[in-house]
Nanobody, 125 residues
């Protein structure tokens, strides 16, 4: 079973940047697509970004396109979420996820089998 540990969250002013990391526990990580989701207080968990197992395909929610990038280093069994031009609306707990989502399900939480514990991102205005 793959274990995922997120890091890099924190408090940042609007317009600032953060880079989240998600480290996996084993090398089978490279077989999985990876996703980032977030959940704000009182809201449902929502898709942020995803990357294919090879890193060749990436996907973003409309709300973060042009501001966030996702990448992975399979040698380091780590996936990254670079967040630029942060807004207060980006405040949430961010979760990474691993799995083999079927076509059309990469933006859905149910498409991923393994989850990290989350890291808090707070953007002040």
């Amino acid at each position: 079973q793959v274990q995922l540990v997120e890091s890099g969250g924190g408090l940042v002013q609007a317009g600032g940047s953060l880079r989240l990391s998600c480290a996996a526990s084993e090398r089978t990580f490279s077989n999985y697509a990876m996703g980032w989701f977030r959940q704000a207080p009182g809201k449902e968990r929502e898709f942020v970004a995803a990357i294919s197992w090879s890193g060749g395909r990436v996907y973003f929610a409309d709300s973060v396109k042009g501001r966030f990038t996702i990448s992975r280093d399979n040698a380091k069994i780590t996936v990254y979420l670079q967040m630029n031009s942060l807004k207060p609306a980006d405040t949430a707990v961010y979760y990474c996820a691993a799995g083999s989502p079927p076509p059309g399900s990469r933006t859905r939480a149910g498409g991923y089998a393994y989850w990290g514990q989350g890291t808090q991102v707070t953007v002040s205005s």
